[in-house]
C-alpha cells in the first residue's frame, strides 16, 4: 500500500483507496483509467463572464440589424450612421470574446 496526493485536495489516501476521505474525489477510478491507457479527456471550462459577454455581444448585433431594417422600411426616417455603428460594435466584441474564450480555454 503507497500513499498518493489526492488530484482534487492534494490530501494524502491510500493507492488501495476507491475514494479520497477528505473530499470523496474517485481515485481508483483515475488509477485504473491511467492504467488502461485510455486517454484522458479535457472538458472546456468557459467561465460565467465570457458566456455573459457572449450573450450581451449578440443581443447587440440583433438589435442593431433590426434597428437597421426597421430604418430601411420606413422611407420618412431620417438616415443614421448609429444602427451600423451599433451592429459593428457587436460583431467586433464578438470575435473578441470568441478569441478570449478561445485563450483561457483549460
Given at each position: 500500500?503507497?500513499?498518493?496526493?489526492?488530484?482534487?485536495?492534494?490530501?494524502?489516501?491510500?493507492?488501495?483507496?476507491e475514494?479520497?476521505?477528505?473530499?470523496?474525489?474517485?481515485?481508483?477510478?483515475?488509477?485504473?483509467?491511467?492504467?488502461?491507457?485510455?486517454?484522458?479527456?479535457?472538458?472546456?471550462?468557459?467561465?460565467?463572464?465570457?458566456?455573459?459577454?457572449?450573450?450581451?455581444s449578440?443581443?447587440?448585433?440583433?438589435?442593431?440589424?433590426?434597428?437597421?431594417?426597421?430604418?430601411?422600411?420606413?422611407?420618412?426616417?431620417?438616415?443614421?450612421?448609429?444602427?451600423?455603428?451599433?451592429?459593428?460594435?457587436?460583431?467586433?466584441?464578438?470575435?473578441?470574446?470568441?478569441?478570449?474564450?478561445?485563450?483561457?480555454?483549460?
Amino acid at each position: 500500500m503507497a500513499l498518493i496526493n489526492c488530484s482534487e485536495c492534494n490530501h494524502q489516501a491510500s493507492d488501495k483507496a476507491e475514494a479520497c476521505p477528505k473530499c470523496g474525489a474517485p481515485i481508483a477510478e483515475a488509477r485504473e483509467t491511467v492504467a488502461a491507457g485510455t486517454q484522458v479527456k479535457t472538458i472546456q471550462e468557459t467561465s460565467k463572464k465570457f458566456k455573459l459577454h457572449t450573450l450581451i455581444s449578440v443581443s447587440v448585433i440583433i438589435i442593431g440589424l433590426t434597428w437597421v431594417f426597421v430604418l430601411a422600411s420606413n422611407p420618412q426616417s431620417e438616415p443614421s450612421a448609429m444602427p451600423a455603428l451599433f451592429t459593428t460594435a457587436g460583431l467586433i466584441w464578438y470575435v473578441v470574446n470568441r478569441f478570449r474564450i478561445w485563450w483561457h480555454h483549460k
